[in-house]
T-cell receptor
Framework: EPEVTQTPSHQVTQMGQEVILRCVPI?????FYWYRQILGQKVEFLVS????????KSEIFDDQFSVERPDGSNFTLKIRSTKLEDSAMYFC????????????????FGEGSRLTVL | KQEVTQIPAALSVPEGENLVLNCSFT??????LQWFRQDPGKGLTSLLL?????REQTSGRLNASLDKSSGRSTLYIAASQPGDSATYLCAVLISSGSARQLTFGSGTQLTVLP
């Protein structure tokens, strides 16, 4: 069964360092998302991406964050200068759209990348 | 802004009991509603998806219902087992043009005692 894969599963970094989290969405999907979950808190929406551009972003997704689909298969989240409060589990998701697939709008999530900022 | 609330926050039941988890949302203009399971420190496993035009979905011992007009969904778990112990998350999808956003509740932490 097709699945969303994320790397790395866990990354430890020093405050102020740049981090890139990588995701390979399901191959025929066209919508891509990043969510995050701080330990013990709700899963929060960061950004959605469609047709090679951001379609929506939350107030969390400030100038320190960026997303890219560099090669038609990977979808990356970059945090330019990490802060302690960026420590969280980051989830990538993808969903399908349109003909010939039924557009259920179901999001399929990866296993997450745990980011620890020291 | 869509708000999703889940009650109770935590639930502990003996094995074999039937149970109901509740989810409510403030904006009824949803595209669909998904129930997820999350084990500690792990990812999100999709359990059931209900389209906005549907009333319920079933998968094995799980049954989810949706009352869009009242902004409520329930997840019914029959004959609970210790392996069902996890956090159950409800999430609603709003779709507007090319923008799609899934809003999550805080979850119900379920413990099934052997």
């Amino acid at each position: 069964e097709p699945e969303v894969t994320q790397t790395p599963s866990h990354q430890v970094t020093q405050m102020g360092q740049e981090v890139i989290l990588r995701c390979v969405p399901i191959s025929n999907h066209l919508y891509f998302y990043w969510y995050r979950q701080i330990l013990g808190q709700k899963v929060e929406f960061l950004v959605s991406f469609y047709n090679n551009e951001i379609s929506e972003k939350s107030e969390i997704f400030d100038d320190q964050f960026s997303v890219e689909r560099p090669d038609g298969s990977n979808f990356t989240l970059k945090i330019r200068s990490t802060k302690l409060e960026d420590s969280a589990m980051y989830f990538c998701a993808s969903s399908a759209i349109g003909t010939p697939y039924p557009n259920t709008g179901e999001l399929f999530f990866g296993e997450g990348s745990r980011l620890t900022v020291l | 802004k869509q708000e999703v609330t889940q009650i109770p926050a935590a639930l502990s039941v003996p094995e074999g009991e039937n149970l109901v988890l509740n989810c409510s949302f403030t904006d009824s203009a949803i595209y669909n509603l998904q129930w997820f399971r999350q084990d500690p420190g792990k990812g999100l496993t999709s359990l059931l998806l209900i389209q906005s035009s549907q009333r319920e979905q079933t998968s094995g011992r799980l049954n989810a219902s949706l009352d869009k007009s009242s902004g409520r969904s329930t997840l019914y778990i029959a004959a609970s087992q210790p392996g069902d112990s996890a956090t159950y998350l409800c999430a609603v999808l709003i779709s507007s043009g090319s923008a799609r956003q899934l809003t999550f509740g805080s979850g119900t932490q379920l413990t099934v005692l052997p």
